[in-house]
């Protein structure tokens, strides 16, 4: 099966700071979905990209389709308290159903007051 | 109410007891999926079904089945409880040809 790499697995930081994660794929992906878990809660969906070299936003938050399509990141502006949560992304290579997805293992973002 | 409704929240069972989990959703998709979520491991499936009546092993389906009762109801059911079957499990949805799933809020099963 297709394998993603997510890192970091874990990122502590301080109120405020920027915050950076990505994924990568060993085969080409068409499209990349980032989704927040937060405690007692299932994932939510906070940005889809269906294009390589595709860049959106979402409030304070900003996710790209790498060139290659093999890799993604997600980037957090100004982190806040409510930012805590695990941050994972899935993709999928062929076919348009959601049983094609493959999630990585999660990134899991603590932030110190 | 929630779109995707998942029962229980919490479970503890002894080995070799059956469970079932289940799930109701009120997004009118077709297609209904389970999950299970393990510290450090993210997100497996375990089985799917793009419509009543049609059920598709997942990467992960030893041990489990499912039902289909109606379009808004999939069920997940452990025959035979183990202990290494204890971890967070979650039913979703998504539309026909979409892959944007909608994700309920989890049902954790201690295997004792």
């Known amino acids: 099966g297709q394998q993603l790499n997510q890192s970091p697995q874990s990122m502590f930081i301080q109120e405020g700071e920027d915050v950076s994660m990505n994924c990568t794929s060993s085969?080409?992906?068409?499209?990349w979905l980032w989704y927040k878990q937060e405690p007692g809660e299932g994932p939510v969906l906070l940005i889809a990209?269906?294009?390589?070299?595709e860049l959106t936003s979402n409030g304070r938050l900003t996710a790209q389709f790498g060139i290659t399509r093999k890799d993604s990141f997600l980037n957090i502006s100004a982190s806040i308290p409510s930012d805590v949560g695990i941050y994972f992304c899935?993709?999928?290579?062929?076919?348009?159903?959601?049983?094609?997805?493959?999630f990585g293992k999660g990134t899991h973002l603590i932030i110190q007051p | 109410d929630a779109d995707v409704t998942q029962t229980p929240r919490n479970r503890i069972t002894k080995t070799g007891k059956r469970i079932m989990l289940e799930c109701s959703q009120t997004?009118?998709?077709?297609?209904m999926y389970w999950y299970r979520q393990d510290p450090g491991l993210g997100l497996r499936l375990i089985y799917y079904?793009?419509?009543?009546?049609?059920?598709n092993k997942g990467e992960i389906s030893d041990g489990y089945s499912v039902s289909r009762q109606a379009q808004a109801k999939f069920s997940l059911s452990l025959e035979s409880a183990i202990p290494n079957q204890t971890a967070l499990y979650f039913c979703?949805?998504?539309?026909?040809?979409?892959?944007?799933?909608?994700f309920g809020a989890g049902s954790r099963l201690t295997v004792l």
């Open positions: 990209l269906y294009k390589a070299g």
């Open positions: 079904s793009f419509d009543v009546k049609d059920i």
């Open positions: 899935a993709g999928q290579g062929s076919g348009g159903g959601a049983d094609g997805l493959t």
């Open positions: 085969s080409i992906f068409n499209t």
């Open positions: 979703a949805t998504s539309q026909a040809g979409a892959n944007v799933l909608t």
């Open positions: 997004k009118g998709h077709d297609r």
